[in-house]
């Protein structure tokens, strides 16, 4: 079948995927270090050579812009969940009513 040793290969090849899918991905990483070049006026930064202040007013506007995206995503899954349930009680009316109509027809033609 697969000769002595295959079995051992696939295992550690199932390892290795399950350690991959383990490690955090990099888009965290990324996004912040876009962050902090927005937050900077996009010039990159020397945190060695940086003085306080500018790590502080960094600091503060990163968070503003955290604060921001985090009420973007409460308006954005607030207004999915109005529309979903807006679009469920209308299917649910249609419905209602389609039936009703299909039951009158029906009855008539009895």
Partial sequence: MGG????HMLD?????????????SNYRYRHSK??????N???KLSFRNCSP?????????FELE?????????IRITLSLAI???????????????FLLVKNVLQQRL
């Fill in 66 to 74: 955290k604060k921001k995206e985090f009420k973007t995503t409460i």
């Fill in 84 to 98: 979903t349930i807006v679009s469920f009680s209308l299917v649910a009316y249609i419905l209602k009513h389609y």
């Fill in 12 to 24: 550690m090849i199932n390892r290795m995927k399950a350690n991959r899918s383990k490690r955090p």
């Fill in 34 to 39: 876009e962050l902090v070049l927005k937050a």
């Fill in 4 to 7: 002595p040793g295959a079995g």
């Fill in 53 to 61: 202040e500018t790590l502080q007013s960094i600091r503060e506007k």
């Fill in 41 to 43: 006026g996009g010039k």
